[in-house]
C-alpha cells in the first residue's frame, strides 16, 4: 500500500495511521532477514554530531562499530550528510538575542536553533573517521539551503520541496528503509516519518541511534514514529 501524503508541520501525515495496523501483523515474525529491496539509511554521523564537535550527541560516537556492522548485513545504503551554509536560518548565531535550543517562528514554522555545525565542506560536516562503508551508493545531502532547515533526508523543513531521496529509493526498487544514526528525535525521527509519508515501510535500530533530547524531544518523537508506523528494532533483530 502506499500512501503520498505530505507530512504536516508536526512532522505527521495523516492517512498513514491504518497502514500501520495491517503492517503490525507482518512484524509480529521473528528475525528480520535483510532483502534485496531493502535499504540501509545511514544519518550524520559526522564530526559535528559526536563528542567534541559543535552540536554533539551523548554517546555520538558509540554507535559507529555497530553502524558499520549493520551495513555488511545491507546490499544498498545511503549516507546522509546534514550540509548549511555559514549563514544558515537555523543558526542561532543568525539571530541577535536567541541561544542555541530556543526556537523561532520561522515562514515554515517553528525552527529549534542550533549551535553552528556542518558548515559545508568544514571538517564538522565530514562523515565520521571511523564509518566503513565502502559499498554505500549514494552521500545524499540536506540543509543546504540557507533558508531553509531540512532534517529529513526526503523533504525540508518547508514542507515541500523534496530532496530526491524517494525518488531515488522507488526508481531503485528499495520498499524498505531501516534507519540508523544521529540524532534519534531530530533527523533520524524526521527521516523515518517521511519515508512513512511517502509510502515506505520505516524501521529505526534502536541502539544504532542516539538522541538530542531537548524539551522532551525524543519522547515525543518515539511517540510520533510510533502513531505513524515506524517500527522500533534492536541490531540484535538483524545481527
Ligand atoms: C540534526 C539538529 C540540527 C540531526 C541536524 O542530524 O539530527 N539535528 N541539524
Ligand atoms: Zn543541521
Redo the contacts with the bound molecule.
Keep these: 500500500m502506499k500512501s503520498t501524503k505530505r507530512r504536516d508541520l508536526l512532522g505527521l501525515c495523516a492517512g498513514s495511521f491504518a497502514l500501520s495496523l495491517i503492517d503490525a501483523g507482518a512484524w509480529a515474525q521473528s528475525k528480520l532477514a535483510p532483502r534485496d529491496t531493502d535499504v540501509f539509511v545511514v ?2 554521523v559526522q564530526n559535528c ?1 559526536v563528542p567534541g564537535g559543535s ?1 554533539a550527541v551523548k554517546g555520538g560516537d558509540e554507535i559507529v562499530p555497530l553502524v558499520n556492522r549493520l551495513a555488511r548485513r545491507f546490499r544498498h545504503v545511503v549516507l546522509t550528510q ?1 550540509w548549511h551554509t555559514p549563514d544558515h536560518v ?1 543558526f542561532a548565531s543568525q539571530h541577535p538575542g536567541k541561544k542555541p535550543f530556543d526556537t523561532v517562528a520561522l515562514a515554515y514554522g517553528k525552527q ?1 536553533l ?1 549551535p553552528d ?2 558548515v559545508q565542506g568544514t571538517e564538522g560536516a565530514m562523515l565520521h573517521k571511523g564509518l566503513d562503508i565502502p559499498h554505500a551508493e549514494l552521500i545524499l545531502r540536506k ?1 543546504n539551503r540557507r533558508e531553509v ?1 531540512s ?1 529529513s533526508a526526503f523533504v525540508e523543513a518547508d514542507g515541500k520541496t523534496q530532496t530526491g531521496l524517494g525518488g531515488y529509493l522507488r526508481q531503485r526498487g528499495l520498499e524498505r528503509a531501516f534507519f540508523a544514526g ?2 534519534t528525535d ?3 525521527a524526521w527521516s523515518a516519518l517521511d519515508a512513512r509519508c511517502q509510502g515506505f515501510e520505516a524501521l529505526v535500530i534502536d541502539d544504532a541511534c542516539r538522541g ?1 533530547d531537548t524539551q522532551g524531544s525524543l519522547a515525543k518523537a518515539w511517540a510520533d514514529m510510533s502513531s505513524a508506523g515506524v517500527q522500533r528494532i534492536q541490531s540484535s533483530d538483524l545481527l
Excluded: K, R, T
Design positions: 544519518v550524520d554530531f552540536l546534514d537555523s529549534v542550533w555545525h556542518c540543509g532547515d532534517y544521529l540524532a531530530f533527523c533520524v538530542i
